[in-house]
């Protein structure tokens, strides 16, 4: 697929980037060459493909060790707000 210069121009003002006139050719050229790769990916079928957990075989995700690193500041946290009771914040009812 290939994208035109309004296309693209569209594209800047949408996402708010102020391209000049000299690069407007090269994201013409670069996006119009990112979306034709995704089509080629797109086309690819991977219906029997097995979701997997880590790309090598026989390796798993190394994960932190669950210990809490931060300490309990709810008082100092719930010191700011209107309306506490106990340990829970009381807000307005907005569904009756």
């Given amino acids: 697929m290939s994208l035109t210069r309004p296309q693209v121009e569209g594209i800047a003002h949408l996402a708010r980037l102020q391209i000049t006139e000299a690069e407007l050719p090269v994201y013409v050229d670069s996006l ?25 075989e026989g390796e798993s995700q190394r994960l932190r060790a669950d210990d809490a690193t931060e300490t309990d500041r709810r008082e100092k946290y719930q010191a700011n707000a209107p309306s506490v009771s106990g340990a829970l914040y009381i807000v307005p009812r907005v569904i009756e």
């Avoid at 119009?32 to 090598?56: C, N, R, W, Y």
């Fill in 32 to 56: 119009s060459k990112i979306l034709s790769f995704v089509e080629q990916l797109s086309a690819v079928d991977t219906g029997s493909v097995e979701p997997m957990a880590h790309p090598l």
